[in-house]
């Protein structure tokens, strides 16, 4: 596709169950990155894929998150059990390397909300 | 981690007039970017700066790096309802990979 696509856009879930959140990234990209917005703040970073390296898992806030990628395309973040704390917008961002001055390019997130 | 501060959180302004917003850090950063978000979108690249005491402009936007590439600045000229948005600051360490956010500005221009 032209952009980075997520699904769904809108998720809502009670406390407890597990939910799947979807990025396809641009083709071509071999970086992808989730982040967590909450309302009205910054991004706060999830996890970091690579080409075939090992992802950067250093963002996640428990054991709870997961998330996987095949290859160089669809990544799917999994919150497992989840609180009415992991309740705001997730985003997938995906770019052509890793190199610092690459542009991230969006999704427009799922906005999850936990009841 | 590394972690950027940005201010003010919020600013509401009238049409026409200027302002400045900053991103600040005590770590220093190979490159920092800026992004622009709109509701229910995700964030949008506008710049790129890269080498201590940068200077970019684009359009009425002025975007500068530290000399010491620990801190950068956005500065909006006669500002306009269309450039009502959060403008994020975001950078890159040498050794880290992921691009790390700042908190956002959140600016409303009020025509």
């Known amino acids: 596709g032209a952009g980075v696509s997520q699904s769904p856009s809108n998720k809502v879930t009670e406390k407890g169950k597990d939910v799947e959140l979807r990025c396809d990234p641009i083709s071509g990209h071999t970086a992808l990155y989730w982040y967590r917005q909450r309302l009205g703040q910054g991004l706060e970073f999830l996890i970091y894929?690579?080409?075939?390296?090992?992802?950067?898992k250093s963002g996640l806030p428990s054991d709870r998150f997961s998330a996987e990628r095949t290859g160089e395309s669809v990544s799917t973040l999994t919150i497992q059990r989840t609180q009415q704390e992991d309740s705001a917008v997730y985003l997938c961002a995906s770019s052509s390397g890793g190199g610092g001055n690459t542009e991230a390019f969006f999704g427009q997130g799922t906005r999850l909300t936990v009841v | 981690t590394q972690l950027l501060e940005q201010s003010p959180q919020f600013l509401s302004i009238q049409e026409g007039e200027n302002l400045t917003v900053y991103c600040n850090s005590s770590?220093?950063?190979?490159?920092l970017q800026w992004y622009r978000q709109e509701p229910g979108e995700g964030p949008v690249l506008l710049v790129t700066?890269?080498?201590?005491?940068e200077v970019k402009k684009l359009k009425r936007l002025t975007f500068q790096f530290g000399d010491a590439r620990k801190d950068s600045s956005l500065h909006i000229t006669a500002a306009q309802p269309g450039d009502t948005g959060l403008y994020l600051c975001?950078?890159?360490?040498?050794?880290?990979?992921?691009?790390?956010f700042g908190s956002g500005t959140q600016l409303t221009v009020l025509p």
């Open positions: 975001a950078g890159r360490s040498g050794s880290a990979r992921q691009l790390t």
């Open positions: 700066v890269v080498t201590g005491g």
């Open positions: 894929f690579q080409g075939n390296s090992a992802p950067d």
């Open positions: 770590s220093v950063f190979s490159s």
